[in-house]
């Protein structure tokens, strides 16, 4: 359960104000119906299917990146699309990028798509349900060479792509037992390990030259005071110790590989944009004048636009200056109650009511405290690399969205 979800839960035991009563079931009704009905709930980080959201992060802050994004309208021009890969790879044509995805209909992964694509690129999405990940990319594909690839053809669909992209991992759920957090753990390192030994097994002359791999801010642990680059040691919490496992995984290529294949691990922070993510779950409840900040709002909230999340992605496929861990947030991160200000000044609305700890604490249990605290994250690796960032600061970035 995401933090902003954590929001619409608390926002629905109590009245709505007088005046936005009208007005506000139709904004508030899709947060609060996305709420689970079981005891068990689900973080909204995740989609069933194992593709990263980018509130990930907000509620963890371990994944940043998605579920299938709502889908989009369907455009005349269809796309080409093979339900499985059927044997050995192609190399790509000259100047082209093949890229193979894992993760790719999520909140990160479909919006990298659909830019592949426009480039005129050749996707092979690695997916656990070709019929799902078709659906729910149907909205990102306007034309293009894209191949559908299940599980057992993994292994034949990496060979002679231009670079693999992994955005994939299992829900980090609510309230935490032994049971699921090695779900958490286990789900991340057998996908990631499947990309690796599939790489590793490759022809040298059709190995792919690069490895994307995600991870996330919830390496570093959290802190208040602390700012965090690439060079700054992990943190001792559980989250982190998943983020360092995982990483180590991927890594792994560049030893088995020789270095032939350069690994980028990205450590995703909270990504916005309007049709998904954290920002997507916030809105409903600043429509309706009820916005507010989790906790006392003095916790960092480290933020990216997706069309910057996708550019690193993009930039760490082509350029070779990105090598190893590099955060995925923009230069200007800000406190949650900053963050929650910019987001009422945007709309016109008013962020005045926040959701208090203890209704967080009631919900999450021991994942309370990533929601509670945060961490400031700087993007020094990207910015060495020569990576310009569209959008540096928040206001920017959601005048941007939600004009």
Known sequence: ????HIHATVRATHATPPR???RGVRFAQPSIAALPKTSTTRCPGLSSRGALRGDDALAASILGGSTATRATRLTSRKPTVVAAAAGGASQPAKGRMCVAISGASGFVGSRLVAKLLAGGHEVRVLTRDVNAARMALRGSMTGGNVTFVSPEKWAAAIPGCTGVVNLAGEPISTRWNPAIKAEIMASRIKATKRIADAIAACEPDRRPGVLVNASAIGFYGTSETRTFDEDAPAGGDYLSKVCQAWEATAEEVERTCDGATRVVVLRLGIVLDRDGGALGKMLPTFQIFAGGPMGDGAQWFSWVHREDAVGIVVESL?????RGPVNVTAPNPVRMGEMCAALGRTLG???WLPVPDFAIQALLGEGATVVLQGQKVAPNAA?????KFKYERIDDALQNILR
Do not use: Q, V
């Open 20 to 22: 936005a009563r009208s």
């Open 349 to 351: 609305r008013p962020s």
């Open 383 to 387: 910015l060495k690399a020569g990576y």
């Open 318 to 322: 082509t350029n070779p200056e990105m």
């Open 1 to 4: 359960m995401s933090a902003t």
